[in-house]
């Protein structure tokens, strides 16, 4: 029987993922595309367009296959509304999306006996709610692997929908996270994403992420690699940016900044005034050369002014952000903003994120660019038509031109020969 994973939204949700996936495969499964007979749909809730894309998905699942299973965070709100997408549609929330990890094995049990899918998922019962059971030791990745250290979220940012489902923030012990790294070392892994809902939160009331990345360093050895999926600004300390100077932390990061405008980020409620971003990126900087830093923008918030829009479109120029995803000001039911008074004209708001798009594009191009002729690392990942490709230290994807052969996962250093396409030329 085959298997399909769908995934929206996050690093997070890509991980889990993954790990429903390999759950299923060590189980005997088989790994099937869009029309395999069992389809696990991994949803978000962070714009309309991401619940609307799911909704589609869903029913497009369920034309072809035998069973549709969601989860997430959109299926942690929107219960009943999914429900009603299909027949065969079963749905699992953020509570229950830990027992998903034992649902393989208990189908095959049960399809064995004769059961019909349908009936075994819905007769299935786990109580495992630990968010920390996606521990990246309990699968397996060809290149990386994703470790989560914290989940929820204690911000209430006036327009997120992912707080109200995910709940107040939890931290994985810092000893625990020492020792699942270790372990993901010792499975001869060059490379850890650290990943949560929102990770500069972990411990933030103790000695924060700073101080557990320390703790990492201490233990890890000279050939680990490790990678932030998101900061979020308002606990990011000298602490722990000071821990950047260490040449085992990639040179690449990525900052949701919403907006330049303090005025904005006020109205919205985030923690954080944009001068405190602008100090960060010139840490970063000056840790790392020429590290490749993103950012979320969210295009047309409430309040925002034409004045407003170009402080953001200007700070983004000036910084020269390698890549800024942009969203579109999407309102959201049960948030403080939904029905606000003070919301931007569709009409405007498009057209800001368009132009927000364009910009980006350039800083892309212009990164992209200067990158030629520069030393860098990279992590081996797939073959595909005789030729291998990675991903670099500052998150390119590449191809390895080599005379010798390289092995998948490795971790190599080499030096960029062409920008366009990517290629990293290894010296032996």
Known sequence: MRVFVYTLGCRLNQCESEALMDSFL?????????????????????????????????????????????????????????????????????????????????????????????????NFRDSSADPFIFDASSFSFHSRA??????????????????????????????????????????GMHEIMLTGVNLTMYDHEGGGLGKLVESLLDALGPDMRIRFSSLEADHVDDRLLSSFSDSRIFPHFHLPIQSASNKVLERVNRKYTIEHVEYIIGKMREYKDDPFIACDIIAGLPSESEEDFMVTYSFLERMEFSKFHVF???????????????????????????????????????????????????????????????????????????????????????????VYPLEVSLAY
Request: with cysteine.
């Open 146 to 187: 994703f470790l989560k250290i914290q989940d929820g979220c204690d911000n209430s940012c006036s327009y997120c929908r992912t707080t109200i489902a995910r709940g107040p923030s939890v931290s994985l012990p810092a000893s625990e996270v020492v020792r699942r790294a270790k372990e993901i070392e010792a499975m």
């Open 328 to 418: 579109p000001y999407s309102p959201r039911e049960g948030t403080a903003l939904w029905g606000a008074r003070d919301s931007i004209e569709e009409r405007i708001r498009d057209e800001r994120a368009e132009k927000l798009r364009k910009l980006s594009e350039i800083h892309s191009r212009r990164y992209i660019a200067r990158q030629y002729g520069k030393e860098v690392e990279i992590i081996a990942e797939k073959e595909k038509g005789g030729r291998i490709y990675g991903t670099t230290g500052n998150y390119l994807k590449a191809e390895i031109v080599s005379h010798m052969p390289v092995k998948e996962g490795a971790l190599l250093s080499g030096r960029i020969t062409s």
């Open 26 to 122: 060590k189980a005997g499964f088989e790994k099937g595309d869009g029309k395999a007979d069992i389809v696990i749909v991994n949803t978000c809730t962070v714009t309309s367009k991401a619940e609307q894309k799911a909704r589609r998905m869903i029913r497009l699942f369920s034309k072809s296959a035998a069973a549709v299973i969601v989860t997430g965070c959109y299926a942690e709100l929107d219960r009943d509304e999914i429900l009603k997408l299909g027949e065969h549609v079963h749905v699992y929330g953020l509570k229950e999306k830990a027992g998903l990890l034992n649902l393989a094995s208990y189908l095959k049990t049960s399809l064995l006996s004769g059961l019909d899918v349908n009936e075994a998922i819905r």
